[in-house]
């Protein structure tokens, strides 16, 4: 399993940006997916987490209302559009997947939930 995430770059604060993560899995949409960031001297933090119809997604509460977790299943991609950025937005974004479960845990913002990651990509918020 394989997760590419891609779409990072520099925006200023109160713009959008929307990152993708393409996943080498035909069977992706039975697999959890989560995003996580991770800035500079911190621990990695959970942002959101899709359900694998997408039909549920999970939020942080620093980026509630401001983002939103999507997921097209029939192309193996999920997508985190970010909007009313802010500088402490800026970090290293990482798509993760949950292998198929037969049960839920609901722990979903921890990272060892998480079975596969993809590289991360760079968001930089400039004030």
């Known amino acids: 399993v394989q997760l590419q995430a891609s779409g990072g770059g520099l925006v200023q604060a109160g713009g959008s940006l929307r990152v993708s993560c393409a996943a080498s899995i035909r069977t992706f949409g039975r697999y959890l997916m989560g995003w996580f960031r991770q800035a500079p001297g911190k621990e990695r933090e959970f942002v959101a987490a899709t359900s694998w119809s997408g039909g549920i997604t999970y939020y942080a509460d620093s980026v509630k209302g401001r983002f939103t977790g999507s997921r097209d299943n029939a192309k193996n991609t999920g997508y985190l559009q970010m909007s009313s950025l802010k500088p402490e937005d800026t970090a290293v974004y990482y798509c993760?997947?949950?292998?198929?479960?037969?049960?839920?845990?609901?722990?979903?913002?921890?990272?060892?939930?998480?079975?596969?990651w993809g590289q991360g990509t760079q968001v930089t918020v400039s004030s």
């Open positions: 993760a997947a949950q292998n198929p479960r037969t049960y839920y845990s609901g722990r979903y913002y921890l990272t060892e939930e998480y079975d596969h």
